[in-house]
């Protein structure tokens, strides 16, 4: 994908484009940190167990917040970015990462 970037942006510096910025999608998840990745099937999810959520403000950042899970908001059975949910605190979010089970 990098390639394909490089060319295009080749082909719009000789066509006289005068800044031309490449921004690329950001990494995935690292799985090398404490708890398992996850969070996409809402079986995976209860009452009761500690998770990692990305609120909605802080998508962008990808900031993580710790908590319980007090309710589970996503009906669906899985969900690409992750079962929203309602932390013990009132926070709501995605989770990203399941702490304990």
């Known amino acids: 994908m990098t390639d394909d970037c490089e060319s295009v942006a080749a082909v719009l510096r000789e066509a006289g484009a005068g800044n031309v910025k490449i921004v690329l999608p950001a990494a995935p998840a690292d799985p090398s940190r404490t708890g398992e990745p996850g969070g996409t099937l809402r079986a995976h999810?209860?009452?009761?167990?500690?998770?990692a959520i990305v609120q909605k403000a802080d998508q962008e950042t990808g900031a993580l917040t710790e908590g319980v899970v007090r309710d589970i908001l996503t009906s669906s059975p899985e969900h690409p970015?992750?079962?929203?949910?309602?932390?013990?605190?009132?926070?709501?979010?995605r989770v990203r990462r399941i702490l304990s089970r």
């Open 45 to 51: 999810i209860r009452r009761g167990l500690r998770v």
């Open 81 to 93: 970015r992750g079962i929203k949910v309602r932390l013990e605190s009132g926070e709501v979010g």
